[in-house]
């Protein structure tokens, strides 16, 4: 949790602070007659508040220095406790966990783009749930920088899913001056692979006539060649962001528009012996194993903020997001779902097995796959999978600036519907059809909304801030699934949860520099929707949903330090996590269940410095250190627990050392990333005694501006990246395929990037 010294979430709330702090600035009555004076003052104070502050965050400046093969959670690598596994601009997966936050997974950690949740809404995470492993929400192109908070933090904060903390991306915004820029880039990785990505961005400028309206627009194309064989992603990016100021610029009207189209080959989770044995980039051969998936992804976000009076700022959003996932794999019938001595991708399956699956209804066609396709196994030798889920919703605030206190009262409404089906054939395209290869066809809802108030009182002169709050949340959900190979009976069944998150927090700034900060807050999260469409199908009648919500107890202490000499803190925290979610898959269902197991306790603390030094230099540094542990002993679907028994991919450690200059159009950085051992799991359960190797990476980043003072060219700019210098070979994920105990079991890993080297130039005109 991060708890402030000014104000709550938000430049608006912080607004509300600054103009209490200030006093008297606002006139008794606002719009007073003072011949434009106050509005003036009011002015000042909007642009001389800053926002609250994360515990960590991605500058500007290093958004706009990203190597060319970073995406939207690579650039976060740096932030203490921070453990990424997407890899290159196409946001590319292996497995279903994107990153780590202080050992909390990418499905329990909330993420925002401008304080709007853009998670998966049914199966957790910004991406990567499901299977959904080449799709970009955003591109760091349409982004102006990342603030993190960790743990639980102020209602208005929080969003869907915050059991481990908030991922905040902030838009990029169109400029008060006009102007065209161009951007080329590209480079290669070391033996395999590469990008190229090109991009034009148009900024009007604020324009007079039109009250102060200003507009960004901008195009973006990347092509990626993976550093693993046969992978790639094709990307189109594009963005559109506006701003119309009104009421003497007091109040402001935004809109944000996102669309990102994606093509692209998904990496497997490859058997660590034929890494060992082909080599770190190795991948099934296409011969063997394909696996293609288109993704669209859109945001809208409609906003405005306003003071609406000498005590009241307000500010309202709507929002629209959809994301929609295409994809179709292929496993050679020859092969028999079996190569080299270890088993294909658990989503290619064999006749046999759809038989196994088969009702009244719905028993696979041996016989016409056989007739269409030569062979019964031929016949399902492509699998289809359409994951597209929306989230359409608003979000409302108002701010009351009292004495010594600032009230907040907010909300947010959102619905979300999910379409999902896949199905087998001998041919692609895959054509769905029901009864003869439909293995489900869902459709899924989530009503959700929720309610606060928090208040920030401050005392002793503002040097003590106190931070009550309080959140209710409503979640109704609904799942209706078709009869088919993975339910013998069709039917429906929905389930409402609901909740109340407490928080409350304190800071203290004994002198200037130092501010001493401690909270509590506790964290909920709805069951995926697996929780009910596994209930179904076994019987006419659906069973009942005993999958009851997750939630984490957070404790949060520290203390910062920040003056011109340089910025330090420390801080430690305790988390209590109850009713945890485990999932497991069944071979002979083919159904995904969830299940409450247990509970488990995450202890840890960071350490973060910056210090600026001689000659234009700055040096920073920080270290996390997760304790992730059950507490409890309990048997699961996939094994035995007990307390004491390690989190699976938890890095026990992470660390960040970073030298950058910044001078006369210099720029440049070197900066080393460490990440300690992590337990791995069988089938995502329990853990194994295996574990990944801890590993080390360097990165360096140079550019010059160059500002020819012409009447076209404004600046060019020059810049030059190597990622991994050393060339590092690590596992960036790993787990172990096969059942607990059994003979046979293997270790799959997802292989870290390897050396790259980079280019990039952009001119504004």
Known sequence: MSIKGKGVLGGVAALGVGVVMLGGIVPA???????????????????????????????????????????LLSILKNIPGFNVMSVGPGNLLSGDTAFTLNGFSSSQVGSTFDGVPIINTFLGGVYGQGDDHAVTPMTTGQISGVQVYSGANTPQQNSLNSLGGTINFSPKMPSLKSGVDVGLSGGSYARQG??????????SGAIKSLDGFRLLARYGHTNETGFQRQVYAHLNSYYLAAIQPFNEGLSKLSLIVIHNDEKARMPDLIPLALINQYGRDYQYPKGVVDNIVRSHTTHIILGIKSLLNPVAV??????????????????????????????????LKSSSALDGYGSNFNVYNNNLATQMFGSAHAGTQYQRYIDNYHNIGSKA???????????????????????????????????????????????????????????????MNGRLHIYPGVKYVHVSMFSS?????????????????????????????????????????????????????????????????????????????????????????????????????????????????EYNSGTAAYKGFTVAVEKPLFAHLSIEGNYGYTDAKYTKNFTGNNGTVTAG????????????????????????????????????????????????????????????????????????????????????????????????????NYERVQEGAPRFIGVAVNASF
């Open 314 to 347: 307000g500010g309202f959003k709507f929002f629209y997001n959809n994301t929609q996932n295409d994809r179709t794999a292929y496993a050679n019938a020859a092969y028999n779902n079996s190569y080299m001595g270890y088993g294909l991708p658990t989503t």
């Open 645 to 744: 028994m390690w989190r699976p991919d938890v890095p026990e450690y992470t660390a960040n050392l970073g030298l950058s200059y910044h001078h006369s159009g210099w720029y440049a950085s070197l900066s080393s990333h460490f990440v300690g051992r992590q337990y791995i799991a069988y089938n995502g359960g329990t853990t194994s005694g295996v574990t990944i190797s801890s590993y080390s990476v360097t990165d360096l980043t140079a550019a010059y501006t160059w500002e020819p003072h012409g009447d076209y060219v404004k600046k060019i700019k020059f810049s030059a990246y190597l990622d991994n210098i050393a060339d590092t070979q690590y596992i960036a994920y790993a787990d172990v395929h096969g059942s607990q105990g059994a003979s046979g």
């Open 194 to 203: 590469g990008n190229n990505s090109v991009s034009m961005q148009a900024n």
């Open 481 to 593: 699934d078709a009869q088919g190979y993975y339910y013998s009976y069709g039917g429906a069944v929905s389930k409402t949860f609901t909740w109340a998150e407490p928080s409350l927090g304190a800071t203290f700034s004994p002198i200037k520099p130092v501010e001493v900060y401690a909270n509590y807050g506790r964290t909920y999260k709805a069951p995926n929707i697996s929780a009910l469409y596994s209930v179904i199908g076994s019987s006419p009648i659906p069973s009942p949903v005993t999958v009851v919500p997750e939630y984490v107890d957070s404790i949060d202490a520290g203390i910062r330090y920040s003056s011109r000499f340089g910025k330090a803190s420390v801080s430690v925290f305790d988390r209590l996590f109850n009713q945890v979610f485990s999932y497991s898959y069944s071979n002979v269902t083919g159904v995904t269940t």
């Open 397 to 459: 605030h108002i701010t009351l600036l009292l004495p010594s206190n600032t009230v907040t009262f907010g909300s947010m409404v959102l619905q979300a519907k999910d379409y999902s089906t896949e199905g087998w054939y001998g041919a692609s395209p895959v054509p769905m059809i029901m009864g003869y290869n439909n293995a489900w066809l869902e459709h899924d809802g989530k009503d959700y909304w929720d309610a606060y108030i928090q208040d920030d009182m401050s005392l």
């Open 29 to 71: 009555a606002y719009g007073q007659d003072d011949g434009g004076k106050s509005v003036t003052q009011i002015k000042k104070v909007i642009k001389a508040v800053l926002p609250e502050k994360a515990v960590a965050t991605v500058s500007k400046t290093k958004v706009e220095h990203t190597s060319p093969s970073s995406n």
